[in-house]
């Protein structure tokens, strides 16, 4: 269902994964919420229990929910208020059951009962969750505007340029058309800005790291790094870089959107105006090889990249072990997982990086290696590592699934528009039942 609940059952506590990766990867950020340590030190109370965290710390009680009460909250980075959302649900929860408000996913499904447990997803599938996240989303939009017609108000801004010693003072907008006028640094309209001064702490960090503000490469001195800037044309910040999302009113408006994702939208409604789609291009997706960073636009040169460079066969795999479509999709996600946590998934050796572990499987013939399937046959499979993992959309059915060799193979089969009814009157079940019960009259 899309939904972005991605969790591990891990032997050592320390492995897991309480949000879904994403290729490439890199540390993840909330938006909605700013760098203030008032903020951060905000103390959030568990929905089932007494255990609280400071907000700086939310994923130790995101794990604690998981360990102690094996509750699984969906999303948690679209959350504008955390602890707000946390209040809400502790409320809900001392009044009613949690099995009125969560799915149920039971693990280890196939194996022995005493293995097998049941956790929580909690979710905007409920319709009382996805009121209380817009609910939420709206106040913090609200809180953000607020916070920027303050600072569009403020004439007591006082900085010098970051590149030059010019001071400013008064408003904000005078050092920020200086740095677009003087020294072609463009972050924006001011007006779009929010945090205008945490932003510009953020950027001159940077600076202060001998650290290019768009590629984010580190120099040896000052000298070196401004002439990289100069020359690369890179006096300018990354927009794919979603630290800096925070900063900008448009990443507010709109549900779990990013900016780039509500200018794709106003770009159709623009194109919708005009039908001529000659010039139209589009957006490859490219797919990330299993153990190593290299990525494909052809679904079959990374099938055989992994095979000739790694020797994993996953259309051998799937013709021997006769997989069904989504057996693939948790095979898939199950060796990403284990591979992300550095350890092989064919012995469950531990590593401590991914070279190591990726040097171990192959040296090792670990490569075809499988565990039992109850091993990653499991439901948290069905959950992708990575959210954005091309190679799960490129999975197909198995041959067998074409032939008529489940359950329903005696079952026959009978056309709309068949001219002989004999047929239907002989498979009908609803004839079946018409003779029993005469007979039982």
């Known amino acids: 269902n899309g939904k972005r609940a991605c969790f591990t059952l891990p032997s050592d506590e320390q492995e897991w994964i309480l949000e879904p990766l994403c290729f490439p990867e890199q540390p993840a950020t909330d938006i909605g919420t700013n760098s203030s340590s008032h903020h951060d030190m905000e103390v959030v109370t568990c929905v089932l229990c007494s255990h609280s965290a400071p907000l700086s710390e939310k994923d130790r009680l995101l794990k604690h929910l998981v360990l102690v009460h094996k509750l699984v909250i969906a999303d948690v980075k679209l959350i504008a208020d955390f602890p707000k959302y946390m209040e809400y649900w502790k409320n809900r929860i001392s009044e009613q059951p949690i099995t009125d408000f969560c799915s149920v996913i039971k693990t280890n499904s196939q194996g022995p009962v005493e293995k097998q447990e049941h956790y929580f997803l909690l979710c ?13 989303q709206q106040k913090r939009l609200e809180e953000i505007l607020e916070q920027q017609q303050r600072e569009r108000d403020d004439d007591s801004f006082q900085r010098i340029c970051m590149f030059c010693n010019d001071e400013f003072n008064g408003n904000r907008s005078s050092l920020l058309n200086h740095m677009a006028r003087e020294h072609s640094f463009n972050v924006g309209l001011p007006d779009n800005i929010v945090y205008c001064v945490e932003f510009l702490d953020h950027l001159q960090s940077k600076l202060d790291n001998l650290q290019c503000l768009y590629c984010e490469k580190t120099f040896r001195d000052k000298t070196t790094l401004k002439d990289h800037m100069r020359k690369k044309q890179h006096r300018r910040i990354n927009g794919n870089n979603s630290e800096y999302d925070c900063f900008y009113i448009i990443n507010y408006l709109e549900l779990g959107k990013t900016w780039e994702e509500v200018q794709s939208e106003d770009d159709r409604e623009m194109e919708d105006e005009d039908d001529d789609w000659s010039d139209w291009q589009a957006h490859p997706v490219c797919a990330v090889c299993l153990f190593c960073e290299q990525q494909s636009e052809s679904m079959e040169k990374i099938y055989t990249h992994m095979e000739e460079t790694h020797g994993f066969d996953l259309h051998k795999l799937k013709t021997e072990l006769n997989l069904r479509f989504y057996q ?5 996600n199950y060796i990403r997982r284990e591979i992300h946590q550095c350890r092989c998934y064919g012995c469950q050796e531990k590593f401590g990086s991914k070279p190591e572990v990726i040097r171990h499987v192959m040296e090792a013939g670990h490569v075809m290696q499988l565990p039992e399937t109850s091993t990653w046959d499991q439901p948290q499979y069905y959950f992708p590592t990575y959210e954005n993992d091309a190679l799960l959309c490129a999975l197909s059915d198995s041959d067998s699934e074409s032939e008529h060799t489940g359950p329903w193979r005696d079952v026959p089969v009978i056309a709309e528009d068949i001219s002989n009814l004999k047929v239907l009157k002989q498979t009908s079940v609803l004839s ?4 029993n019960t005469d007979s039982s009259s």
Do not use: A, M, W
Request: proline share 5%.
């Open 124 to 136: 905007d599938v409920l319709p009382e969750d996805r009121v209380l996240r817009e609910h939420l």
């Open 432 to 435: 079946h039942l018409l003779k």
């Open 328 to 332: 693939q999709v948790k095979l898939v």
